[in-house]
């Protein structure tokens, strides 16, 4: 019996598309993610990030036209606080999408920074964090298209993941409708910690499979900031003998542990109301949550800016983001090295002789071509040259001539 052979990945760099994959930065539950640069024919260079599907998930016709349909509506999206979709496509055989590169890291990986180093989020930035989110959720929410129709976008898959934060403290929600296209393939196509994943974010009305609207999406980011409030996950999982599927149906919100914030029963009140396990009792948008949090803030004096929290990351994880650019910039580095050296030579092959030249090939008639440099003595030619010519005798006999008959006419008219 023979075992399985796992498939063999493709070497970077490679090409998808007109995008060159050279760092490969992560794996989701629905494709590969990579680092890559973006060529335009002007010849300028780019970052972007490339998601490439998953093999069995491109296959899928359903999979891919629906991916397809959610990612157009992606793109119509132009937000400060939305990663913007650059590009679909399908090239041999793979199915991948190209989008904005935000130099940072996800919630999740900032959390784990956090906790592995022992340094508390300050709770004036991670209402900032939820704040931002919330500007890009509410745009997304409104989109309309040209005519003033609404999108009907939902995103379904807001979680710390998928909540990016860049150096200067940028906040950008990335992955608007692509949860949608995993909805149709089964649980099975997944690993249990992506199922684990999505569940822990899930509305209850999500984990039941019925018809989303905005609200599900306030849900979620109310999960967020539950847990940034807390410093602990909502679920968990195998508590009371629940799957994290069936704790996300039945949607039991433990009260906030209290923390000495300030006017913290008015927070406190804003996360249950975004928590509402009934649609009618939550929050009816994105923007009435963000209008309470904005008051909030204002009223606790637990204002922070973009700017601010940015100055807080390069402080606390300063060293270990300039390691991680500068190997991204030695890749991207080699990268260009690597085109550069793939680019077709314009010039002439050498001589047989040798040595390069170039000049054109001597022959017969005239060159007006410059002489290449050499340390051999010049040769004599007979071929003619372009050098003003000497003047000879008969032309010296001529000029005389002409000055004497010039000096003449003068000498006449001045008198």
């Not at 016709?61 to 679909?88: G, Y």
């Not at 009934?278 to 929050?283: A, E, V």
């Amino acid at each position: 019996m023979s075992a399985s052979v796992e498939p063999v990945e493709p070497s970077l760099p490679r090409s998808v598309g007109r995008y060159t994959l050279f760092d490969k930065i992560g794996r989701g539950g629905m494709a590969d993610i990579f680092l890559a640069r973006a060529q335009t024919d002007l010849g300028v260079g780019r970052l972007v990030v490339v998601k490439q599907i998953l093999p069995h998930l491109a296959e899928s016709r359903e999979f891919s036209e629906l991916l397809i349909t959610e990612a157009k509506l992606a793109a119509r999206l132009d937000h400060a606080n939305v990663v913007q979709v650059h590009d679909l496509g399908r090239t041999d055989g793979f199915l991948y999408i190209a989008m904005q590169y935000v130099e940072g890291f996800d919630l999740t990986e900032l959390l784990r920074r956090c906790s592995r180093t022992k340094t508390a989020l300050p709770v004036q930035y991670a209402l900032l964090i939820i704040i931002e989110a919330l500007r890009g959720l509410d745009y997304a929410h409104r989109r309309t298209m040209e005519d003033g129709r609404p999108l009907g976008i939902v995103h379904r898959d807001v979680s710390p993941s998928n909540i990016l934060i860049s150096l200067e403290g940028e906040v950008k929600l990335c992955d608007f409708g692509i949860a949608h296209a995993n909805d149709v393939v089964t649980s099975a196509a997944y690993s249990d910690d992506v199922i684990k994943g999505k569940a822990g974010y899930m509305s209850p009305e999500q984990a039941r499979g019925d018809a989303l609207d905005a609200r599900a999406d306030v849900f979620a980011i109310g999960i967020v900031l539950y847990e940034l409030l807390a410093g602990r996950r909502l679920y968990k999982a195998g508590e009371g003998g629940m799957s994290l599927l069936d704790q996300a149906r039945a949607a039991k919100i433990p009260d906030l542990p209290s923390r000495g914030l300030p006017l913290e029963e008015s927070i406190f009140a804003i996360v249950k109301k975004a928590l509402a396990p009934q649609r009618d009792d939550r929050y009816a948008s994105a923007q009435v949550l963000l209008r309470d949090l904005e008051t909030y803030v204002a009223e606790s004096k637990l204002v922070a800016s973009p700017l601010r929290f940015g100055d807080w990351l390069i402080e606390r994880f300063g060293d270990d983001l300039v390691q991680q650019r500068s190997a991204r910039e030695l890749a991207a580095q080699a990268l260009d090295e690597v085109t550069q050296a793939d680019k077709p030579e314009f010039s002439p092959p050498p001589p047989s002789g040798g040595r390069r030249s170039f000049a054109p090939a001597a022959a017969s008639a005239p060159s007006l071509a410059p002489a290449v440099a050499s340390k051999a003595p010049p040769v004599a030619s007979k071929a003619p040259t372009y050098a003003p010519a000497r003047p000879t005798g008969g032309v010296w006999f001529g000029l005389a001539g002409l000055l004497i008959i010039g000096l003449i006419i003068y000498f006449l008219a001045t008198r």
